[in-house]
């Protein structure tokens, strides 16, 4: 199973396939995903990514934070579960 990765600071002209083409680089990209804000149909600035192994998304957090990538340097980190509980 892969692990997934957060991506912040990313440039409104990023894409998925920007986005999995730079993860690219150091690993085999399960999943590339941009988070679109659907009122204004651009990017929210952060998207997921998904290494195939937990050695590659360890090596993608060293090599690709701090990276430039559309002229914005991207930040990298384990991305962490979080469920919300909501009131009925």
Known sequence: ???KLFVGNLSWNVRDEELKAAFSEVG???EAVVIIDRMK???KGFGFVTMSSEEEAQKAVAELNGKEVDGRAINVSEAREERREFDR
């Open 1 to 3: 199973m892969g692990k």
């Open 28 to 30: 085999t990209v399960e």
């Open 41 to 43: 149909n651009r990017s």
